[in-house]
């Protein structure tokens, strides 16, 4: 029966790989989607979803290794928070999300190689579990990330795509209290030693 069926999950994977280049990245997976913080939120707990590659900040992640570790930090770039396992879980389907950082092993990650370049699964220190894309990949945006036991499909696959961590375009800066606010020259004025204001 279901009753006396168990899995194993090992705590520290075998053949993890520790060479990760610090930096920014898109977490593209199969399907070109990318992993994304819903709606730009800065809140905690707001959660990590697949979602077409607008190239916006919520979908730009900071990879750092934990030094001293051979695993890593991810961090989304526009609200500086670290992808978490919700209340530490360690059952099959546990949600991933953003919140601050407080170096739990909820917020580190290995990273182990699927046999494609720049392509691998991501394996939560806290749980030994698989980033997962509930469902299986497709078409859709919104896509929830999760938690599940490896089993070398595509919704455990991801290529790390390096990018700057802004465009090379013309920019509007605001505020991420007040997106109404944003940076102004007093008139326009191209005079040397103007305020900016708001």
Not at 18 to 42: A, F, H, P, R
Not at 99 to 122: C, R
Request: net charge negative; aromatic share 10%; glycine share 8%.
């Amino acid at each position: 029966t279901i009753a006396q069926q168990f899995i194993l999950v090992n705590l520290t994977p075998e053949e993890i790989t520790t060479d990760i280049q610090e930096g920014i990245y898109q977490i593209v997976l199969t399907n070109n989607k990318v992993v994304d913080v819903s709606s730009g939120s800065y809140n905690n707990r707001a959660n990590i979803q697949t979602w077409g590659n607008d190239k916006v900040q919520q979908q730009k992640f900071r990879i750092t290794k934990v030094e001293g570790t051979d695993y890593y930090e991810i961090t989304a770039i526009h609200s500086a928070k670290a992808m978490d396992v919700e209340n530490g879980n360690c059952k099959i389907g546990t949600n991933i999300f953003q919140y601050e950082k407080n170096n739990t092993s909820s917020q580190q990650w290995y990273f182990k190689e699927t046999g494609k370049k720049d392509e691998y699964n991501i394996i939560s220190v806290r749980n030994g579990l698989y980033v997962d894309i509930s469902g299986g990949i497709a078409s859709k945006d919104g896509q929830n990330v999760q938690l599940y036991f490896g089993n070398n499909s595509d919704a455990q696959k991801f290529k790390l795509k390096k990018i700057s961590i802004i465009n090379e375009d013309e920019y509007q800066i605001q505020s991420s209290l007040d997106v109404n606010k944003v940076f102004d020259i007093d008139g326009g004025s191209k005079e040397n030693a103007l305020n900016w204001s708001h």
